[in-house]
């Protein structure tokens, strides 16, 4: 990440693949900031970032000379496309402006943000260089949906997400495995995969539930009512899920630090290896797996 001369607010997240990638926060904290697994933004008030104040921080990276290694930049924090559109286009035109080697920006998209926007209006911020958009579904189970109150039904995450698609814009997206307890297990990796098949995202990641403590799904397994399943579970749970995913043509991303197999591939080319691989390590409980490493970040 490039930090030079900006002072972020609080605790900044970022997806694993924006590693190389300037964060700007165009926002603070969730305008959301309900969902029942989510402790990234609970000590922050939502609010925009005024543009003399992104304007600021662009310019301090000029100033310690560090323009030109700026290709790609994030913009935080948790759903800064909620921002509204002239403004996003404003931003983006100032990214081009400060930064010569501008490539393009990407940024978390809520299905309430999303549902703000036209294809239209992602076609042209893909214009501007907004080209990438991370969406956490989680599930595609509309229960469990509710459950973890993402605040829409999977079919309406569906529209929102199908936007980003639709203007030829990349989508990624991640499915948290686990979260629909063992109750639901099948259930929500069936439909989380029907999610995807209605969708046809360009990446699709899964990461495994990692309770954070203080969030209200903690409590729930604290309380016995939800029941997390065990590493073989999960990984039953990621088999039913890839197999019944049907895209044309998906980069699969398992290897987050929280899943214990990491896996992944190009679908459907490697669908029936990772099938097998699945099998191999669900039948023979003496394969070792790796110990969870790190909490769940979107
Ligand atoms: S998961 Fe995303 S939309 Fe939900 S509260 Fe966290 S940052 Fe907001």
């Excluded at 490039?2 to 926002?27: K, N």
């Excluded at 913009?75 to 080697?101: C, Q, V």
């Excluded at 669908?271 to 099998?279: A, E, G, N, T, V």
Aim: aromatic share 6%; glycine share 8%; charged share 20%.
């Amino acid at each position: 990440m490039f930090d030079a001369g900006i002072t972020y607010e609080g605790t900044v997240y970022r997806p694993p693949s924006e590693a190389h990638s300037l964060i700007l926060q165009a926002t603070i904290g969730c305008s959301y900031n309900r969902c029942t697994y989510c402790a990234m933004y609970q000590d922050k008030r939502f609010r925009q970032r005024s543009l003399d104040e992104l304007r600021a921080d662009m310019d301090s990276v000029v100033a310690t000379g560090g323009a030109r290694a700026v290709r790609r930049v994030f913009l935080a924090d948790g759903d800064a496309l909620i921002m509204r559109t002239p403004r996003l286009l404003e931003i983006l035109g100032d990214l081009k402006d400060h930064f010569p080697a501008f490539e393009r920006a990407s940024v978390y998209a809520s299905p309430q943000s999303l549902l703000t926007k036209s294809v239209e209006e992602i076609a042209a911020l893909k214009q501007a260089g907004l080209t990438v958009y991370y969406a956490g579904p989680e599930t595609g189970h509309p229960q469990v949906m509710q459950d973890i109150a993402k605040g829409v039904t999977p079919e309406q995450f569906v529209e929102g997400a199908r936007r980003v698609v639709d203007a030829g814009a990349k989508l990624s997206v991640i499915f948290l495995l686990g979260i629909g307890g063992t109750d639901l297990s099948h259930e929500h990796a069936v439909a989380s995969a029907e999610w995807c098949n209605a969708v046809e995202p360009r990446f699709v990641s899964t990461l495994t539930l990692t309770p954070v403590p203080g969030t209200p799904i903690c409590d729930r397994i604290d309380r016995g009512e939800l029941v997390l399943p065990g590493p073989r579970g999960i990984l039953a749970e990621l088999r039913t899920f890839i197999e019944h995913l049907d895209l044309r043509g998906a980069i699969f991303r398992g290897n987050h630090a929280s899943n214990q197999l990491p896996i992944g591939g190009s679908l459907p080319k490697d669908k029936q290896s990772l099938l097998s691989l699945l099998d191999a390590y669900i039948a023979d409980e003496s394969l070792p797996l790796r110990p969870p490493q790190s909490p769940h970040s979107l």
